[in-house]
Each structure stands twice: as structure tokens, then as C-alpha cells.
């Protein structure tokens, strides 16, 4: 129970800091500059640079799932226990709204908000598929051949690359999906957009699953 309890905040924890990085280097960067492409390459590497030290630090804490497709395919290749991915998914959640509301108050901004940044079309979608794929592929491929310790590296260069081809700038992640709506800032995303993106990001994970079991990625 208190390794438990110790995982669990580490994906609480992490997920919070992960998603007041994307929400707070969002607001600095239409802070810094009205050009939305700079604004957005602040935004990457911001997320990027924080990402690969979180993993590196929470990992062996919890594997630092941090995002609940993720923790959904552990389960699915029976390496994580339902009690568990439950705890996890639930934490990542929580601490993806705290994550939003902290970075909105670091900013004087209102500490809770409700964005208004309408993401909703079939290119968008495509994106999540495309981007939460992808990811699954990156970690589940290494963690098959047994060279997990270059996921820190890995997973921040697939995010940071997703970010600038795929059309949904690679949110790629339920919890920091939900979280972003509690931030009616750049990286804000309005509430009825929500589904349709969480939908396309399990897509992504089953398809990202089901790549790497077919194409046997072990060495």
C-alpha cells in the first residue's frame, strides 16, 4: 500500500508540474511575442526540456506514465495491476487540473477558467491518432528491447517533433487534455472539444499497441 501511495504521487505530482509547463510557458509565450509560431516554439521546447527531466526523476518512482493512454496499454499487456491504473489514471487527472489552475495563478491570471479554444475537426483528430500512436510506439518499442533507459530521451523527442507536424500540436495525453481546459490561455482547450480529441488519443494508443505487437520490436 505505500508504494502505492508512493507512485500514485509521483503521477500525481508529475502530471501537475508537466501541465502548468504547457500551460505557463503558453501564457509566456503570447507574453513574449504576437507571433503565434514563436509562441508556439517557446511552448515546445519549454515542454519538451521539462518532460525528459520528469521522467528521468519520477520514473523509477512509478515508470512515469503521466498520461492515462500510457498506463491504459500497461494494463492492456497485463504488466500493471487494475487497482493501480485506476490510482494512476485518477492522479493524473487531479494533478492535471492543478497543474492549469497553478499556472493561471502565476500569471495573476484567474486561478480557475474555462477555455474557449474550440479544437474540433476531422484534421485535428487525425492528429491526436497520429501523435498518441506514435508515442506509444516510442515506449513500448524500447521498453520491449530492453533499453527503457533512453525513454527520457525518447519521448521528448517524439513530443517536441509531434508538436510541429501534427495539426493538434501533439496534446497526445487525457489528462493534460482535460486539465487544458481549465486555462482559457493558448494552450486552452474549450470543454465541447474535449471527447473528440480523448476519443482519437485511445485510437492512437490501440493502433500504437497493436503496431508494436505486429511488427515484434523486440531485438
Do not use: C
Not at 205 to 218: E, P
Request: proline share 3%; net charge positive.
Amino acid at each position: 500500500m505505500k508504494s502505492l501511495v508512493k507512485s500514485t504521487a509521483a503521477e500525481f505530482f508529475g502530471t501537475a508540474i508537466l501541465v502548468m509547463v504547457v500551460v505557463g510557458s503558453g501564457i509566456m509565450g503570447t507574453n513574449l511575442s504576437p507571433d503565434t509560431g514563436v509562441a508556439l516554439l517557446i511552448n515546445m521546447f519549454s515542454t519538451v526540456l521539462a518532460l525528459g527531466l520528469l521522467i528521468f526523476i519520477l520514473g523509477p518512482l512509478s515508470g512515469a506514465h503521466f498520461n492515462p493512454i500510457v498506463t491504459f496499454v500497461f494494463l492492456l499487456r497485463r504488466t500493471i495491476e487494475p487497482k493501480t491504473a485506476l490510482s494512476y489514471v485518477a492522479a493524473q487527472i487531479a494533478g492535471a487540473i492543478a497543474g492549469a489552475v497553478v499556472a493561471n495563478a502565476m500569471f495573476d491570471l484567474n486561478a480557475i477558467q474555462k477555455s474557449t479554444h474550440v479544437r474540433s475537426s476531422l484534421g485535428l483528430w487525425l492528429g491526436e491518432v497520429v501523435a498518441s500512436a506514435g508515442l506509444i510506439i516510442v515506449i513500448f518499442t524500447l521498453i520491449d528491447r530492453q533499453i527503457s533507459h533512453l525513454i527520457p530521451i525518447a519521448v521528448p523527442v517524439w513530443i517536441g517533433s509531434a508538436y510541429l507536424f501534427t495539426s493538434s500540436t501533439s496534446f497526445a495525453n487525457p489528462a493534460v487534455t482535460i486539465g487544458r481546459i481549465f486555462s482559457d490561455t493558448f494552450a486552452g482547450i474549450a470543454s465541447a472539444s474535449v471527447l473528440g480529441f480523448i476519443i482519437a488519443q485511445l485510437i492512437g494508443a490501440l493502433l500504437g499497441a497493436a503496431i508494436t505487437t505486429t511488427l515484434g520490436t523486440k531485438s
